[in-house]
Protein backbone atom coordinates (compact mmCIF):
# COMPACT_ATOMS: atom_id res chain seq x y z
CA UNK A 1 0.00 0.00 0.00
CA UNK A 2 1.32 3.60 -0.63
CA UNK A 3 -0.03 4.76 2.80
CA UNK A 4 -2.07 7.42 3.25
CA UNK A 5 -2.40 10.05 -0.01
CA UNK A 6 -2.99 13.79 0.43
CA UNK A 7 -3.46 16.34 -2.10
CA UNK A 8 -2.27 18.72 -3.20
CA UNK A 9 1.04 18.94 -0.90
CA UNK A 10 1.42 23.17 -1.21
CA UNK A 11 -1.67 25.53 -1.69
CA UNK A 12 -1.08 29.08 -1.87
CA UNK A 13 -4.50 30.86 -2.26
CA UNK A 14 -5.50 34.04 -1.85
CA UNK A 15 -8.06 35.01 0.92
CA UNK A 16 -11.64 34.69 1.26
CA UNK A 17 -11.37 31.71 -1.68
CA UNK A 18 -12.33 28.34 -1.48
CA UNK A 19 -9.91 25.48 -0.20
CA UNK A 20 -10.68 21.98 -0.48
CA UNK A 21 -7.85 19.34 0.59
CA UNK A 22 -7.96 15.48 0.09
CA UNK A 23 -6.91 12.37 1.46
CA UNK A 24 -6.96 8.85 0.71
CA UNK A 25 -6.82 6.84 3.39
CA UNK A 26 -5.42 3.28 3.51
CA UNK A 27 -6.88 0.71 2.21
CA UNK A 28 -9.14 -1.25 4.79
CA UNK A 29 -8.78 1.46 7.69
CA UNK A 30 -12.08 2.58 9.36
CA UNK A 31 -10.78 5.60 10.95
CA UNK A 32 -9.68 8.69 9.69
CA UNK A 33 -8.60 12.00 11.33
CA UNK A 34 -7.54 15.19 10.22
CA UNK A 35 -4.73 16.95 11.91
CA UNK A 36 -3.81 21.10 11.99
CA UNK A 37 0.06 21.71 12.33
CA UNK A 38 1.00 25.54 13.25
CA UNK A 39 3.47 26.84 15.37
CA UNK A 40 1.86 28.19 18.11
CA UNK A 41 -0.62 25.33 18.66
CA UNK A 42 1.06 22.30 17.56
CA UNK A 43 -0.64 19.25 16.27
CA UNK A 44 -4.16 19.63 16.94
CA UNK A 45 -7.28 16.85 15.61
CA UNK A 46 -9.62 18.72 13.70
CA UNK A 47 -12.43 16.17 12.94
CA UNK A 48 -12.53 12.31 12.97
CA UNK A 49 -14.73 9.29 11.01
CA UNK A 50 -15.22 5.44 12.03
CA UNK A 51 -16.77 4.11 9.08
CA UNK A 52 -17.26 6.96 6.55
CA UNK A 53 -19.43 8.60 10.05
CA UNK A 54 -18.06 12.14 11.57
CA UNK A 55 -17.77 11.30 15.47
CA UNK A 56 -16.48 14.26 16.91
CA UNK A 57 -15.58 17.82 14.87
CA UNK A 58 -15.29 19.56 18.15
CA UNK A 59 -11.74 20.58 16.96
CA UNK A 60 -13.29 22.44 14.29
CA UNK A 61 -12.84 26.35 14.45
CA UNK A 62 -15.16 27.48 12.73
CA UNK A 63 -18.15 27.27 10.04
CA UNK A 64 -15.87 27.62 7.61
CA UNK A 65 -14.18 24.45 7.97
CA UNK A 66 -15.89 21.59 7.15
CA UNK A 67 -15.29 17.88 6.21
CA UNK A 68 -16.67 15.10 4.45
CA UNK A 69 -16.00 11.37 4.08
CA UNK A 70 -18.39 10.53 1.37
CA UNK A 71 -16.72 6.59 1.10
CA UNK A 72 -14.17 4.57 2.70
CA UNK A 73 -11.21 5.47 0.37
CA UNK A 74 -11.88 9.25 0.05
CA UNK A 75 -12.29 12.42 2.25
CA UNK A 76 -12.06 16.23 1.97
CA UNK A 77 -11.51 18.82 4.46
CA UNK A 78 -12.57 22.37 2.52
CA UNK A 79 -12.36 25.69 4.31
CA UNK A 80 -14.72 28.36 2.31
CA UNK A 81 -13.88 31.16 2.60
CA UNK A 82 -9.97 30.89 3.59
CA UNK A 83 -8.31 33.82 5.93
CA UNK A 84 -4.37 33.95 6.34
CA UNK A 85 -5.06 32.67 10.24
CA UNK A 86 -5.61 29.16 8.34
CA UNK A 87 -1.98 28.73 6.92
CA UNK A 88 -0.75 25.87 8.34
CA UNK A 89 -0.08 21.82 7.50
CA UNK A 90 -3.11 20.01 7.28
CA UNK A 91 -2.22 15.92 8.30
CA UNK A 92 -4.73 13.60 7.11
CA UNK A 93 -4.09 9.95 9.23
CA UNK A 94 -5.82 6.61 9.04
CA UNK A 95 -5.77 3.81 11.28
CA UNK A 96 -7.96 0.33 11.33
CA UNK A 97 -9.64 0.61 14.78
CA UNK A 98 -7.30 0.67 17.63
CA UNK A 99 -4.22 -0.12 15.68
CA UNK A 100 -1.32 2.40 14.89
CA UNK A 101 -2.05 5.62 12.83
CA UNK A 102 -1.04 6.69 10.21
CA UNK A 103 0.31 9.95 8.91
CA UNK A 104 0.27 10.97 5.45
CA UNK A 105 2.72 13.27 4.21
CA UNK A 106 0.63 16.63 4.76
CA UNK A 107 -0.76 19.55 2.88
CA UNK A 108 1.01 22.98 3.29
CA UNK A 109 -1.29 25.39 3.11
CA UNK A 110 -0.67 29.53 2.24
CA UNK A 111 -3.21 31.97 2.48
CA UNK A 112 -2.19 35.48 1.47
CA UNK B 1 -9.77 17.81 27.40
CA UNK B 2 -7.01 16.01 27.96
CA UNK B 3 -3.58 18.87 28.22
CA UNK B 4 -0.08 17.08 27.48
CA UNK B 5 2.82 19.10 28.16
CA UNK B 6 6.12 18.07 26.89
CA UNK B 7 10.14 19.32 27.67
CA UNK B 8 12.69 20.10 26.66
CA UNK B 9 11.73 22.51 23.22
CA UNK B 10 15.14 21.40 21.78
CA UNK B 11 17.91 19.14 23.02
CA UNK B 12 21.10 18.96 21.35
CA UNK B 13 23.06 15.76 22.15
CA UNK B 14 26.57 14.27 21.09
CA UNK B 15 26.51 11.00 18.87
CA UNK B 16 26.57 7.77 21.47
CA UNK B 17 25.29 10.23 24.14
CA UNK B 18 21.50 9.06 25.75
CA UNK B 19 18.40 11.51 25.17
CA UNK B 20 15.81 11.81 27.34
CA UNK B 21 12.18 13.48 26.60
CA UNK B 22 9.66 13.50 29.66
CA UNK B 23 5.89 14.71 29.19
CA UNK B 24 3.07 14.96 31.82
CA UNK B 25 -0.61 14.58 31.16
CA UNK B 26 -3.68 15.94 33.04
CA UNK B 27 -6.48 13.03 32.55
CA UNK B 28 -6.19 10.16 34.92
CA UNK B 29 -8.34 8.64 32.23
CA UNK B 30 -5.61 8.52 29.26
CA UNK B 31 -4.31 4.69 28.69
CA UNK B 32 -2.75 5.03 25.45
CA UNK B 33 1.02 6.94 24.86
CA UNK B 34 2.46 6.96 21.62
CA UNK B 35 5.33 8.47 20.68
CA UNK B 36 5.61 10.03 16.88
CA UNK B 37 8.86 10.99 15.22
CA UNK B 38 8.12 14.37 12.43
CA UNK B 39 11.26 14.40 9.88
CA UNK B 40 11.39 17.82 7.86
CA UNK B 41 8.49 17.88 5.04
CA UNK B 42 6.65 14.92 6.24
CA UNK B 43 4.46 13.35 8.24
CA UNK B 44 4.50 12.25 12.19
CA UNK B 45 5.61 8.24 12.16
CA UNK B 46 4.78 6.18 15.46
CA UNK B 47 8.11 5.03 16.83
CA UNK B 48 7.22 3.21 19.68
CA UNK B 49 3.53 3.17 22.18
CA UNK B 50 3.06 2.16 25.62
CA UNK B 51 -0.24 1.82 27.34
CA UNK B 52 -1.91 2.34 30.22
CA UNK B 53 -1.05 -1.28 32.02
CA UNK B 54 2.20 -1.28 31.72
CA UNK B 55 5.41 0.52 33.19
CA UNK B 56 7.81 0.18 30.69
CA UNK B 57 8.39 -1.18 26.34
CA UNK B 58 11.81 -0.79 25.07
CA UNK B 59 12.72 -1.75 21.57
CA UNK B 60 16.08 -1.32 20.20
CA UNK B 61 17.99 1.68 21.14
CA UNK B 62 14.23 3.32 22.26
CA UNK B 63 12.29 2.75 25.40
CA UNK B 64 9.33 4.50 27.14
CA UNK B 65 8.63 4.36 30.66
CA UNK B 66 4.62 5.84 32.08
CA UNK B 67 4.11 6.29 35.84
CA UNK B 68 0.66 6.50 36.02
CA UNK B 69 0.48 7.58 39.40
CA UNK B 70 2.75 10.87 38.54
CA UNK B 71 0.50 11.00 35.14
CA UNK B 72 4.32 11.23 33.26
CA UNK B 73 5.86 9.09 30.71
CA UNK B 74 9.10 9.28 29.18
CA UNK B 75 11.32 8.62 25.70
CA UNK B 76 14.43 7.25 26.06
CA UNK B 77 17.26 7.04 23.18
CA UNK B 78 20.12 5.44 23.92
CA UNK B 79 23.68 5.41 21.51
CA UNK B 80 22.09 8.53 19.29
CA UNK B 81 23.05 8.57 15.70
CA UNK B 82 23.29 11.44 13.65
CA UNK B 83 19.87 10.09 12.20
CA UNK B 84 17.50 10.23 14.72
CA UNK B 85 17.72 14.38 14.31
CA UNK B 86 14.18 14.89 14.00
CA UNK B 87 10.85 16.12 15.99
CA UNK B 88 9.40 13.91 18.49
CA UNK B 89 5.59 14.18 19.61
CA UNK B 90 4.62 12.67 22.92
CA UNK B 91 0.50 12.10 22.76
CA UNK B 92 -2.08 10.36 24.66
CA UNK B 93 -5.40 9.22 24.34
CA UNK B 94 -8.30 7.27 25.80
CA UNK B 95 -11.74 5.92 25.65
CA UNK B 96 -13.45 6.87 22.41
CA UNK B 97 -11.06 6.47 20.22
CA UNK B 98 -7.54 4.76 20.62
CA UNK B 99 -6.24 7.29 17.75
CA UNK B 100 -7.59 10.65 18.89
CA UNK B 101 -4.61 11.83 19.95
CA UNK B 102 -3.38 15.62 22.63
CA UNK B 103 0.25 15.78 21.39
CA UNK B 104 2.56 17.32 22.85
CA UNK B 105 4.46 20.59 22.11
CA UNK B 106 7.19 18.52 20.49
CA UNK B 107 11.19 18.34 21.14
CA UNK B 108 13.35 19.14 18.79
CA UNK B 109 16.32 16.67 18.67
CA UNK B 110 20.01 17.48 17.48
CA UNK B 111 22.26 14.91 17.41
CA UNK B 112 25.83 16.59 16.54
CA UNK B 113 27.99 13.59 14.62
Known amino acids: DAGVIQSPRHEVTEMGQEVTLRCKPISGHNSLFWYRQTMMRGLELLIYFNNNVPIDDSGMPEDRFSAKMPNASFSTLKIQPSEPRDSAVYFC??????????FGQGTRLTVV | GENVEQHPSTLSVQEGDSAVIKCTYS??????FPWYKQELGKGPQLIIDIRSNVGEKKDQRIAVTLNKTAKHFSLHITETQPEDSAVYFC????????????FGSGTKLNVKP
Open chain 1, 93 to 102: ASSLWETEAF
Open chain 2, 27 to 32: DSASNY
Open chain 2, 91 to 102: AASKGDNFNKFY
